[in-house]
């Protein structure tokens, strides 16, 4: 069964930083790869999604890269806002599985002022 | 505007009612999901659907009963044998090429 895991649980940073988010799989046969938001009480709002054959994908100030070999994912922030502050969760989608997403428990991340 | 919604936001019930939850979507998907999430805990999958009258029990489908008679509409209905209810329940759909998936605002129900 593919395992998901994103380390660190939580995170604190100044504003300003620019950081890094952590997403590893155990099975590197996945069509793609999203990374999601989740702010207190709320759904998950969709950041990026990369394809199995794609290796980074931009939004703005957000870059996420793919290395399926290793079963790595990345999430970059660059020049961190207090409005970052939410949780970040990574999803793989698999084939031969009905189109199941798997996700990680993700990674609480607090942009202090 | 296209999106996923979830209704009500907050549902309260007692111990033995059966409850449904409302989750429609305009956007014209094939699949639909509905997970539940924890204090501390990672999202469940409790039951899916890739097309119209399917569906398929996920990890955690025992006291929960869904149904899919329209593309646009997935009900789950949280029946009196699930032992521990009281979650957030959100809904989600997928499709297009990318098959992206997208989340409704989340339902919050306490069994008491």
């Known amino acids: 069964k593919q395992e998901v895991t994103q380390i660190p649980a939580a995170l604190s940073v100044p504003e300003g930083e620019n950081l890094v988010l952590n997403c590893s799989f155990t099975?590197?046969?996945?069509?793609?790869l999203q990374w999601f938001r989740q702010d207190p009480g709320k759904g998950l709002t969709s950041l990026l999604l990369?394809?199995?054959?794609?290796r980074e994908q931009t939004s703005g100030r957000l870059n996420a890269s793919l290395d399926k070999s290793s079963g790595r994912s990345t999430l970059y922030i660059a020049a961190s806002q207090p409005g970052d502050s939410a949780t970040y969760l990574c999803?793989?989608?698999?084939?031969?599985?009905?189109?199941?997403?798997?996700f990680g428990t993700g990674t609480s991340l607090t942009v202090i002022p | 505007d296209g999106g996923i919604t979830q209704s009500p936001k907050y549902l309260f019930r007692k111990e033995g009612q059966n409850v449904t939850l409302s989750c429609e979507q305009n956007?014209?998907?094939?699949?639909m999901y509905w997970y539940r999430q924890d204090p501390g805990q990672g999202l469940r999958l409790i039951y899916y659907?890739?097309?119209?009258?399917?569906?398929q029990k996920g990890d955690i489908a025992e006291g929960y009963s869904v149904s899919r008679e329209k593309k646009e509409s997935f009900p789950l209905t949280v029946t009196s044998a699930q032992k521990n209810p009281t979650a957030f329940y959100l809904c989600?759909?997928?499709?297009?090429?990318?098959?992206?998936?997208?989340f409704g605002p989340g339902t919050r129900l306490t069994v008491t």
């Open positions: 956007l014209n998907h094939d699949a």
């Open positions: 659907s890739q097309i119209v009258n399917d569906f």
């Open positions: 989600a759909s997928s499709g297009g090429i990318s098959y992206e998936q997208y």
């Open positions: 099975d590197s046969a996945i069509y793609n």
């Open positions: 999803a793989v989608r698999r084939p031969y599985t009905g189109n199941q997403f798997y």
């Open positions: 990369i394809q199995s054959s794609q």
